[in-house]
Structures are given as C-alpha cells and as structure tokens.
C-alpha cells in the first residue's frame, strides 16, 4: 500500500481465469493494494490454492469453479460473489486460452471454443456484473486481451479473431456507460512469461522441427525488448486501470508489448 500504489481499500474484485498466470498475479496485486476478490476457473485446486496463499497473506480471498462460456454457471458465479464479497467493485475478465493453427486446419469447433472462451466469457461475466456497478455508480471492469486483438499474425487466425472481438466489445461498452461511473478497458500484451506462452514454445518446437532454444528466440523477436514480459507487469497495469486514478480512461486498450507494436 505504499510507495504510491493505487489504493484499492475497500473494494471488492472477481477475477476470472485466476488460478494461475496472469490471473493469479492480478490477484495478488489487488489483494495488496488492500481488495478483497474473488478468484474463479475451471481448476477448482487452482484457484483455491491461490485463494489459501492470498488468505495466508492476511487477505480475503475465495474461490467459486466457474466456466465463464456456460452462461448458467456465470450466473452462479455472480449470486456467490454477492454472497461472498457483497457488492462487487472490479472485473477482470482474464480467464482466456490460446490456439494456433494454419487456416485450411482449423476446424470449427477450434473457431467456436476460441470465441467461446475468450470473447463470449466476457460478454456473460460483464452482463453479470455490471449492471450492479452502474446502478452504484462506480466500477472497473477490466478485460486481458491481447495484441493480437489489435492486429494480426499467421496461425492465429481464431484466437485474433477472438481478441478483436474482446477489444471491441471493451470500447462499445464503455461508451454506453461512460457517464455511470464506471469504466471499461482491455490491457493487451505481448508474449508474458506464463504457461500459455511455454505451450506455444512447445507448439512450435513441434511443428517446426527447432530447438527449444530456437522457438523462444522467434518469439522473442516479436519484442524489440529481447524479453518476455511479467505476469506482474501486466497484473500492475490492471491494478492501474482499477484505481481511482485511472477514473478518466474508460475505452481504451492499453498496450504491453516492450515496444513492438507502435499505433
């Protein structure tokens, strides 16, 4: 809480896709600026296992399973977090998944559970929660896109396609609540140094034929840094957009890419 942080005291938070990665460390970075959340997924062990650190840490942290594309749970999702955390302040819709094929392979059913997951699972945990914010007045909704949301890439046709929507959808929500009080943004990094990005190293060392070596060096070509970025860089921008700092941003896609992709 010091050293100039954001001050989140008080607050209450839902972070989806919060068992591990990205997910876990906003969390965490909520929980010390001085929120209490709410962390759901799929993996009941992982988010209860984030929730029990959190909790060591003197925080107040739960964890509710929860698959954001199945509309009924996000509903459940929603009456346990009022249970829980009473009103909610914050929504970070992380929970994601990466895929990557060459067009002419991928299939349908990769297209629709990339949308599914990505792009649908905002959709139904924004239209859960914010309405709640707008009635109060105040709220932070914040979305983990991705730059390939805002431009595109060969073999990632589905999961840009997704991100783009995600983006979208961020922008024409925090125009139809801008005078609420409640705002509506997306961070958008690069290539982070989480699981999803050691299975695309996996992915392309198979595809490819390269080195482990070879294919984190492709990847790293993409950030005029030389470096992957931190699950607490982007955690931090997030708490950022959380903030009451950052009250007059609401639309916008924030970009954390080490300077590779310039607008």
Same mark, same amino acid.
């Given at each position: 809480?010091?050293?100039?942080?954001?001050?989140?005291?008080?607050?209450t938070?839902?972070?989806?896709?919060?068992?591990?990665?990205?997910?876990?460390?906003? &969390?965490?970075? *909520?929980?010390?600026?001085?929120?209490?959340?709410l962390?759901?997924?799929?993996?009941?062990?992982?988010?209860?296992?984030?929730?029990?650190?959190?909790?060591?840490?003197?925080?107040?942290?739960?964890?509710?399973?929860? !698959?954001? =594309? !199945?509309?009924?749970?996000?509903?459940?999702?929603?009456?346990?977090?009022?249970?829980? *955390?009473?009103?909610?302040?914050?929504?970070?819709?992380?929970?994601?998944?990466?895929?990557?094929?060459?067009?002419?392979? %991928?299939? %349908?059913?990769?297209?629709?559970?990339?949308? &599914?997951?990505?792009?649908?699972?905002?959709?139904?945990? =924004?239209?859960?929660?914010?309405?709640?914010?707008?009635?109060?007045?105040?709220?932070?909704?914040?979305?983990?896109?991705?730059? @390939?949301?805002?431009?595109?890439?060969?073999?990632?046709?589905?999961?840009?396609? &997704?991100?783009?929507?995600?983006?979208?959808?961020?922008?024409?929500?925090?125009?139809?609540v801008?005078?609420?009080?409640?705002?509506?943004?997306?961070?958008?990094?690069?290539?982070? !140094?989480? !699981?999803?990005?050691?299975?695309?190293?996996?992915?392309?060392?198979?595809?490819?034929?390269?080195?482990e070596?070879?294919?984190?060096?492709?990847?790293?070509?993409?950030?005029?840094?030389?470096?992957? *970025?931190?699950?607490?860089?982007?955690?931090? @921008?997030?708490?950022? *957009?959380c903030?009451?700092d950052?009250?007059?941003?609401?639309?916008?896609?924030?970009?954390?890419?080490?300077?590779?992709?310039?607008?």
């Amino acid at each position: 809480m010091s050293g100039g942080r954001p001050r989140l005291a008080g607050t209450t938070a839902v972070i989806t896709g919060g068992g591990r990665g990205i997910g876990r460390a906003v &969390a965490e970075a *909520l929980v010390e600026r001085g929120a209490a959340v709410l962390v759901a997924a799929r993996s009941a062990d992982e988010i209860e296992a984030t929730a029990a650190a959190l909790r060591e840490r003197g925080a107040e942290a739960h964890a509710v399973p929860c !698959d954001v =594309t !199945d509309e009924a749970a996000v509903a459940r999702l929603a009456a346990a977090a009022e249970e829980r *955390l009473g009103a909610v302040d914050i929504l970070v819709n992380n929970a994601g998944a990466a895929f990557a094929q060459p067009l002419h392979r %991928l299939s %349908l059913q990769e297209w629709t559970d990339t949308l &599914a997951v990505n792009a649908t699972g905002p959709f139904l945990c =924004t239209r859960a929660f914010l309405p709640g914010m707008v009635q109060r007045g105040r709220g932070r909704v914040v979305a983990v896109a991705s730059v @390939a949301g805002l431009t595109g890439a060969p073999y990632v046709a589905a999961y840009a396609a &997704a991100k783009h929507a995600a983006v979208g959808f961020v922008r024409a929500v925090a125009a139809e609540v801008a005078a609420s009080g409640v705002t509506v943004n997306a961070v958008c990094p690069g290539y982070v !140094d989480t !699981d999803m990005t050691s299975a695309s190293i996996e992915r392309i060392v198979a595809r490819t034929g390269r080195t482990e070596e070879e294919a984190r060096a492709a990847i790293l070509e993409h950030s005029p840094q030389g470096r992957l *970025l931190g699950a607490d860089e982007v955690a931090a @921008a997030v708490a950022f *957009l959380c903030s009451e700092d950052a009250r007059g941003i609401t639309g916008e896609a924030l970009v954390l890419d080490g300077g590779g992709l310039r607008r």
